[in-house]
């Protein structure tokens, strides 16, 4: 196979029609190098529920009594390091949570167990905290704005902006009812 093509940059032609508008992305399962410490964080500090174990090797977990929005397993990666920097593989993972209380409730969580933020922005389309699970695996917990506040260039194109996030005003929207 020459350079070209999907896997050279070569994107091709345009598909006849774009995929379907309601797919979604519906899970992530992850290799975890201790079964335990990871369940304990995503149970603890993420308030996920554990849906089903698979022995000592695996574990579903989910919110709101969806089979699995989590996979977790040991069976290639039990007792192993985390894939270093500067190498390919998942830069992160996103959690999207339905408002802005939600999302400020997840931020007071994440203090309340000492969980270290990465970073935290305001994408104009979306207010993220970023941070790392016990793995090194990245993860983006987000709210988005509704459609009709989206940032839109002179063209009407989606601008999506980074800019800090500012924290204690997120926090604020846990307080109110």
């Known amino acids: 196979m020459s350079g070209s093509g999907a896997a050279g940059g070569d994107r091709g032609p345009p598909p ?16 975890v190098s201790d079964l335990e410490r990871a369940i304990a964080f995503y149970r603890d500090a993420l308030g996920f529920e554990v849906t089903q174990r698979m022995g000592d090797g695996g574990a579903f977990l989910s919110a709101g009594g969806y089979h699995h929005h989590i996979g977790l397993n040991t069976w290639e990666s039990r007792g192993a390091s985390p894939p270093p ?3 390919t593989g998942l830069y992160h993972f996103a959690i999207r949570f339905p408002d802005r209380p939600a999302l400020a409730a997840a931020l007071e969580r994440l203090i309340a167990r000492s969980v270290p933020l990465e970073g935290a922005s305001d994408h104009g389309v979306s207010e993220a905290l970023y941070l790392r699970d016990p793995d090194g695996n ?3 917990l987000y709210r988005d704005r509704p459609r009709e506040e989206w940032p839109r260039d002179a063209d009407g194109r989606i601008a999506m902006t980074t800019r800090p996030l500012d ?7 846990a307080e109110s009812p």
Not at 16 to 25: G, N
Not at 167 to 173: F, K, M
């Open 167 to 173: 924290l204690d005003d997120l926090r604020s929207a």
């Open 16 to 31: 006849e029609e774009p995929i379907d508008p309601r797919t979604d992305i519906g899970h992530v399962h992850l290799k």
């Open 85 to 87: 920097r500067g190498s």
């Open 138 to 140: 990245g993860i983006e």
